[in-house]
């Protein structure tokens, strides 16, 4: 997986969104997901493809449900359930692919405010 390091992109989500009392059974919603993802990515001023290719570990232009755990748990620093990260997928899924691709997540870190 290609990290964006040296930039605390990763270290910057790691201290500025985890949540400290966050048990295996507290559910992040998609909005909890998407909104830690942009407020991160602008802070470290990142675009949606820098946060798209750092997550997207085999370089096939999609992110599947492996790829998106492995991600968020680099970048937001919990490790979610394989539901939530269903959930996420679904949410994003324009394309009912099962897979996000840039597209999808452009859209979606553009629409969350």
């Known amino acids: 997986m290609r990290l964006l ?5 990763g270290t ?6 985890r949540r400290e009392d966050m048990s295996n059974d507290d559910l992040w919603t998609v909005e909890e997901a998407i909104s ?5 990515m602008n802070e470290s001023k ?4 820098d946060v798209f290719s750092s997550i997207d570990a085999n ?4 992110i599947n449900g492996p790829e ?7 970048h937001l620093g919990d490790a979610l359930s394989p539901g ?6 679904k ?6 692919d099962n897979r996000i691709d840039l597209s999808e997540l452009t859209a979606a870190l553009e629409e969350e405010e």
Do not use: C, H, P, W
């Open 5 to 9: 390091e040296g930039n605390g992109f």
């Open 36 to 40: 830690n993802l942009k407020n991160a």
């Open 59 to 62: 370089d096939d232009g999609e």
């Open 84 to 89: 939530q990260v269903s959930m996420i997928i």
């Open 68 to 74: 998106l755990y492995k991600g968020l748990l680099e």
């Open 91 to 96: 949410a994003l899924d324009a394309n009912e």
């Open 46 to 49: 990142q675009t949606a493809a």
């Open 12 to 17: 910057f989500m790691q201290r500025s969104t």
